[in-house]
């Protein structure tokens, strides 16, 4: 996107599947953000980690930025050259001073764009079943902000909006509450109207309240609605009952922490989201290819003479194709190499490469794959059809050949020692060929969510994962965090680290999957 411009992008009310398209494509481009608070966790997660990030904007009564030195802000940064994203919760023109924040920019005839966005006036309503209007109920809707300029009284004209009817949406108004309801009933509406009250719309925690005018606030002040909320007054708020949808998706109020690379979880953060998951996706660890690395140059120069490739994870196979076409070697190299890998993952990473693995164990660990992969070299074949059939005749078969058989193992450079122990009457050779390192975790403060009990699972694949979680967490108490574990290993770390623990029935995404469904009950 372009340089020296602002984009003033509307983030929508808080899901990430509100966010536009094309507000999407411009943040992953953006040299820096500004963000307000009332943007969603799991649309700030979304921020790439490469850009800078800068929370101003508002909360009411709790001012981090004034609004002068924001407007400055998004000038200065446009004028250094940057591609600046300005995110505003909902869409930015209503009632989001999106205006205000132009005037300066267009003085100074810097280049602007604004993206639209879902506003939550009518997506809040949407996903609690209330249609802001309807054939029978409301022809028309009304959009109004019940905060006032401070010092300016041009109070709500009660009398003009109960005249017109329809449905009334009021915006910023939570601690208004009794004033409105009154002011309206003052006006003539009559007392017994559906109104509503919608808190945090669209998010894991999204509640709400249908009352009446009369006994909206009180039913509100026991319910202890919080902030954001959004109140909805209208016949169209009877509908409510019957059309409320998102609750009943198998992952609603779930918030669930994603701490892989993007990449690699974008299918499963897709799958939780589909069943009405809010997914935060905060990559904590990276795998890195060790460069350089003369041992795999070494290894790479006599591809043809190793039997066997062993892979123990789907990155360490992404790793293993792209250091092969970095080194301009063709997959031809792999001709007479027969292919093993740990699990389902990494079997079908080998297949995005066009490969079939000949062999994977019953059990998806480090310890089995190096069991099972030397009892299946020794002939003794298992007979539960786990393994893959074979293709040709095995050099198992050959006595003279067997001892001398070369498995090349290409994995993290710590990898488990208990694979190569079983194997190691062949000539193995384990070959490090990335490492995993902390990376610094976004924009999110994943300290104040664990804390405030906000996330309601947290998803481990990794011991390293554990770790990094740890670290970022400080002396946070963890005993709060429900850790869905892949494996027994991953599981070990965070049980020590004070965490609840579930594991999944077998090291793969879709046992994790279904871990996540039964932990939620
Ligand atoms: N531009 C925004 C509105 C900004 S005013 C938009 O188009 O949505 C801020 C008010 O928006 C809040 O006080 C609250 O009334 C409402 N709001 C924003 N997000 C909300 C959410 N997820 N749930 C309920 N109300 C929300």
């Not at 609690?128 to 010092?151: E, Q």
């Not at 009892?375 to 298992?382: D, E, T, V």
């Not at 990376?439 to 804390?451: A, F, N, S, W, Y």
Request: proline content about 5%; overall charge negative; some cysteine.
């Amino acid at each position: 996107m372009e340089k020296g411009k602002v984009y003033l992008i509307g983030a929508g009310p808080g899901d990430a599947g509100l966010l536009t398209r094309r507000a999407y494509d411009v943040l992953q481009t953006a040299d820096v953000v500004l963000y307000d608070s009332l943007v969603g966790d799991a649309i700030l997660s979304l921020v790439p980690a490469g850009c800078r990030k800068i929370a101003v904007g508002k909360r009411a009564g709790n001012h981090l930025l004034p609004q002068e030195e924001t407007n400055v802000l998004l000038l200065r940064e446009a004028l250094d050259g940057n591609c600046v994203v300005r995110l505003k919760g909902g869409d930015p023109f209503l009632f989001g001073r999106g205006g205000e924040e132009l005037e300066l920019l267009a003085e100074n005839a810097v280049a602007f764009e604004v993206i639209p966005g879902v506003t939550s006036a009518i997506a809040v309503p949407a996903y609690n079943g209330i249609p802001v209007t309807h054939r029978d109920w409301a022809s028309s809707v009304h959009i109004i902000t019940a905060h006032r300029r401070a010092g300016k009284t041009d109070p709500i004209n009660y009398k003009a909006l109960v005249e017109m009817g329809g449905t009334f949406v009021f915006l910023m108004g939570v601690r208004a509450l009794p004033e409105i309801c009154a002011g309206l009933m003052e006006a003539g509406m009559p007392a017994e109207t559906p109104a509503a009250v919608l808190e945090r719309g669209t998010t894991a925690s999204q509640r709400r309240v249908v009352a009446t005018v009369q006994t909206l606030p009180e039913e509100c002040e026991k319910e202890q609605i919080g902030m954001p909320a959004i109140i909805v007054v209208g016949e169209v708020c009877r509908l409510s009952e019957e059309f409320a949808w998102a609750e009943e998706r198998p992952l609603a109020g779930e918030k669930i922490l994603l701490m892989r690379p993007r990449q690699l979880i974008r299918e499963f953060a897709g799958r939780l989201r589909e069943k009405g998951a809010e997914v935060l996706e905060v990559p904590l660890i990276e795998t890195r290819l060790i460069e350089p690395n003369p041992q795999l140059d070494a290894a790479f120069a006599s591809l043809c003479e190793y039997q066997w490739l062993v892979f123990t994870s789907p990155s360490g196979v992404r790793l293993f194709f792209e250091a092969l076409a970095a080194r301009r070697q063709d997959l031809r190299s792999l001709m007479r190499c027969r292919i093993a890998v740990i699990g389902e993952g990494s079997r079908r990473e080998l297949e995005k490469h066009g490969f079939i693995a000949d062999f994977m164990p019953e059990t998806y660990t480090g310890e089995a794959l190096g069991r099972e992969l030397c009892a299946y070299l020794k002939g003794q074949r298992k007979q539960d059809g786990n393994c893959l059939p074979e293709q040709q005749t095995s050099s198992g078969d050959d006595p003279a050949g067997e001892e001398n058989l070369r498995i090349l193992i290409p994995r993290a450079k710590e990898g488990n020692p208990e694979l190569v122990s079983h194997l190691k009457e062949f000539a193995v050779e384990d070959l490090p060929l990335y490492e995993t390192v902390p990376l610094e975790p976004g924009i999110l403060d994943l300290k104040e969510l664990v804390q405030k009990g906000e996330i309601t699972t947290a998803v481990f694949t990794s011991a390293s994962m554990v770790r990094s979680f740890v670290q970022v967490l400080g002396e946070t108490d963890l005993r709060g965090v429900r850790a869905a574990c892949i494996g027994k290993q991953t599981a070990a770390a965070a049980e020590a680290a004070g965490m609840q623990i579930f594991v999944a029935e077998q090291a793969k995404i879709e046992s994790l999957e279904k871990l996540i469904q039964e932990m939620h009950g």
